[in-house]
């Protein structure tokens, strides 16, 4: 069974570009989660997905915006990038109500 | 608001035991604790429900103080493939998100 895969695995990216990172989760899953990990503040929550619907929201900007498609795939976009954007963004997923979360990989997201 | 983790990073020699904390200001729902490990995605180890409970998996287990809205994770005897940096997650109820502290870095050497 394929786990959660996130795409791109890097990005290179200028201020004031924006990004896009794609998450596809485990089958049957429909909850997608978004983290941020940036050095040294740990997995920071960005966005809860489920059934197509936010279901949360960390304390990020507005520039950061996501959407989850009736696949239940999911789309993170960053606008106006900043130097600190630069992170790794982790991608989780997990069935509706569960509580065990499923990790991707990560897309690392530089800026320059 | 981000569960506070203690210590932020341990040194441990094969065969010796670590405690890991975690505490938050809010009630709370349940506590997750995941690892990861150097370049991979973390991976779930254990959650506890409300109720004190004590869990474990492999020589690694934790406890879950609901009234001091705590959760220690010991790791016993120690072995080198439990070097990683260790995160603990707290829910405040079944509809908010997992909310991860900083992490807690473990290395295990020989």
């Known amino acids: 069974e394929a786990g959660v895969t996130q795409s791109p695995t890097h990005l290179i990216k200028t201020r004031g570009q924006q990004a896009t990172l794609r998450c596809s989760p485990i089958s049957g899953h429909t909850s997608v989660y978004w983290y941020q990990q940036a050095l040294g503040l740990g997995l920071q929550f960005l966005l809860w997905y489920d059934e197509g619907e936010e279901r949360n929201r960390g304390n990020f900007p507005p520039r950061f915006s996501g959407r989850q498609f009736p696949n239940y795939s999911s789309e993170l976009n960053v606008n106006a990038l900043e130097l600190e954007d630069s992170a790794l963004y982790l991608c989780?997923?997990?069935?509706?109500?569960?509580?065990?979360?499923?990790f991707g990989a990560g897309s690392r997201l530089t800026v320059l | 608001q981000q569960p506070v983790q203690s210590p932020q990073a341990v040194i441990l020699r094969e065969g010796e035991d670590a405690v890991i904390n975690c505490s938050s200001s809010k009630a709370l729902y349940s506590v997750h604790w995941y690892r990861q490990k150097h370049g991979e995605a973390p991976v779930f180890l254990m959650i506890l429900l409300k109720g004190g409970e004590q869990k474990g998996h492999e020589k690694i287990s934790a406890s879950f103080n609901e009234k001091k809205q705590q959760s220690s994770l010991y790791l016993t005897a120690s072995q080198l493939s439990y070097s990683g940096t260790y995160f603990c997650g707290f829910r405040n109820s079944g509809n908010t998100p997992l909310v991860f502290g900083k992490g807690t870095r473990l290395s295990v050497i020989a």
């Open positions: 989780a997923s997990s069935l509706r109500g569960a509580n065990v979360l499923t």
